[in-house]
């Protein structure tokens, strides 16, 4: 598994971006596949998560309704897509992927692989 992401920018309020997360390894298509994010001088804090099949996903709170997470397993690729984007929303988005057939994670540690990161400013 080697997860890159993608798709970061500088963005205004209330605008949209779409984050893309490639497993160029091509073997994550059994793998939970995740989101989270982490501001400045904040800890890392769960985004969304999609199971392997795509089936089920599951958000935070401060996201739920405006974020997307969905995955396109012919490409290998998970995406999140965030609307109504706000200032508090900036910061430095990461995929992550876990093989785990019976839980949906939702805490960073329980996550094998990372992506590299890409940065999310919304302006106000």
């Known amino acids: 598994v080697q997860l890159q992401a993608s798709g970061g920018g500088l963005v205004q309020a209330g605008g949209s971006l779409k984050l893309s997360c490639e497993d160029s390894g091509g073997t994550a298509s059994m793998y939970n596949m995740a989101w989270f994010r982490q501001a400045p001088g904040k800890e890392r804090e769960f985004v969304a998560v999609i199971n392997w099949s795509g089936a089920t996903t599951d958000y935070a709170s401060s996201v739920q309704g405006r974020f997307t997470i969905s995955r396109d397993k012919a490409k290998n690729t998970v995406y999140l897509q965030m609307a109504s984007l706000e200032p508090e929303d900036t910061a430095v988005y990461y995929c992550?992927?876990?093989?785990?057939?019976?839980?949906?994670?939702?805490?960073?540690?329980?996550?094998?692989?990372w992506g590299q990161g890409t940065q999310v400013t919304v302006s106000s």
């Open positions: 992550a992927a876990v093989r785990d057939f019976v839980r949906l994670p939702v805490v960073g540690r329980d996550y094998d692989y």
